[in-house]
């Protein structure tokens, strides 16, 4: 049994030794093999794989292509495997997490398992996801999502305590740490390139959801995720909340799409007021169509940074 661990870098220099450092911890006694896309980095990023695990394979981009082109491109720059580990250069795994991932994925309807995460304070991310819907971000506009949370009508993101203590199947988990049977990627993959970054493992998720290859959330298995910065970056903000919508309106048609972008509206919206600078950059691309029909790229990122 081979695992691919599938790395997206950019501008990652300072988190590769921890990372590869926490894969010999991780995945002790397995077999495995790495494969990092590295997204145009500026930094000392490929050198230093290629210093550290010189047995890898490093694909340059020559561009910075987006988190589900990197994806793409590392599976297929990579020998035969059974599963693909994919992993944020900012997650530590710790020992048996993905043995116990890989029991998971054996059992029956089950594409794609995910680990319980903490941040590097130790605290529990909730990172267990219902479908989005028009209902669950009014929930979370009006509730605020922790609230809203504890509702399976109300909300997106699951906050119930004691939804993380058992395992289950969720519609969709947070993407830093995902182990997926190469049988899962290869019915659905490969992963939507035109999201550029955020979404894109809802969509697949929900991809394999639909085929009967579910998300299964596994409390035993552990990481620590030290986690991005999409919650204070307008850029980033943004561009997730774009997303969403665009995310939607593939799923469902421009009709509910446009009942789905009125309660995100109202939820930016509402936060842009009290002065929150994510939700302003956020609110003024939802109310710039042109901003919703085109393919996102590198400039969505730092368009209101």
Same mark, same amino acid.
């Given at each position: 049994?081979?695992?691919?661990?599938?790395?997206?870098? #950019?501008?990652?220099?300072?988190?590769? +030794?921890?990372?590869?450092?926490?894969?010999?911890?991780?995945?002790?006694?397995?077999?495995?093999?790495?494969?990092?896309?590295?997204?145009?980095?500026?930094?000392?990023?490929?050198?230093?794989?290629?210093? @550290?695990? +010189?047995?890898?394979?490093?694909?340059?981009?020559?561009?910075?292509?987006?988190?589900?082109?990197?994806?793409?491109?590392?599976?297929?720059?990579? +020998?035969? !495997?059974?599963?693909?580990?994919?992993?944020?250069?900012?997650?530590?795994?710790?020992?048996?997490?993905?043995?116990?991932?890989?029991?998971?994925?054996?059992?029956?309807?089950?594409?794609?398992?995910?680990?319980?995460?903490?941040?590097?304070?130790? !605290?529990?991310? !909730?990172?267990?996801?219902?479908?989005?819907?028009?209902?669950?971000?009014?929930?979370?506009?009006?509730?605020?999502? =922790?609230? &809203?949370?504890?509702?399976?009508?109300?909300?997106?993101?699951?906050?119930?305590?004691?939804? #993380?203590?058992?395992?289950?199947?969720?519609?969709?988990?947070?993407?830093?740490?995902?182990?997926?049977?190469?049988?899962?990627?290869? =019915?659905?993959?490969?992963?939507?390139?035109? #999201?550029?970054?955020?979404?894109?493992?809802?969509?697949?998720?929900?991809?394999?959801?639909?085929?009967?290859?579910?998300?299964? #959330?596994?409390?035993?298995? =552990?990481?620590? !995720?030290?986690?991005?910065?999409?919650?204070?970056?307008?850029?980033?903000?943004?561009?997730?909340? @774009?997303n969403k919508v665009r995310l939607h309106r593939r799923r469902h048609g421009a009709l509910r799409a446009s009942a789905f972008w009125a309660a995100?509206?109202?939820?930016?919206?509402?936060?842009?007021?009290?002065?929150?600078? +994510?939700?302003? &950059?956020?609110?003024?691309?939802?109310?710039?169509p042109s901003r919703l029909r085109e393919t996102p790229g590198p400039a969505s990122v730092t368009r209101w940074s």
């Amino acid at each position: 049994m081979t695992i691919l661990v599938a790395v997206v870098s #950019y501008n990652s220099e300072r988190l590769i +030794p921890d990372l590869i450092a926490g894969l010999r911890t991780g995945l002790d006694g397995m077999k495995w093999h790495l494969t990092v896309a590295d997204n145009d980095s500026k930094d000392n990023s490929v050198e230093l794989i290629r210093s @550290l695990a +010189p047995e890898a394979t490093v694909v340059e981009m020559g561009r910075n292509a987006g988190y589900a082109a990197g994806i793409n491109a590392a599976v297929a720059a990579s +020998p035969a !495997h059974d599963a693909i580990l994919v992993l944020n250069p900012d997650v530590r795994l710790t020992p048996g997490c993905v043995p116990r991932l890989l029991q998971a994925l054996r059992e029956p309807g089950t594409g794609i398992a995910v680990p319980n995460l903490v941040d590097g304070d130790g !605290h529990l991310i !909730h990172t267990q996801r219902r479908e989005p819907s028009t209902l669950r971000m009014l929930g979370d506009a009006l509730l605020g999502a =922790r609230r &809203a949370g504890r509702s399976r009508l109300l909300g997106e993101i699951i906050t119930t305590p004691s939804a #993380y203590e058992a395992e289950t199947f969720t519609d969709w988990a947070e993407g830093s740490t995902q182990l997926i049977s190469a049988e899962c990627f290869a =019915r659905i993959g490969p992963w939507d390139e035109g #999201y550029f970054l955020y979404s894109e493992e809802t969509d697949f998720a929900l991809r394999a959801r639909d085929a009967g290859l579910r998300t299964r #959330y596994v409390p035993e298995a =552990r990481a620590v !995720h030290l986690e991005g910065d999409s919650r204070v970056s307008p850029g980033l903000w943004a561009l997730l909340t @774009l997303n969403k919508v665009r995310l939607h309106r593939r799923r469902h048609g421009a009709l509910r799409a446009s009942a789905f972008w009125a309660a995100v509206l109202l939820r930016e919206s509402s936060r842009a007021v009290l002065g929150k600078k +994510p939700s302003r &950059a956020a609110t003024r691309d939802l109310l710039t169509p042109s901003r919703l029909r085109e393919t996102p790229g590198p400039a969505s990122v730092t368009r209101w940074s």
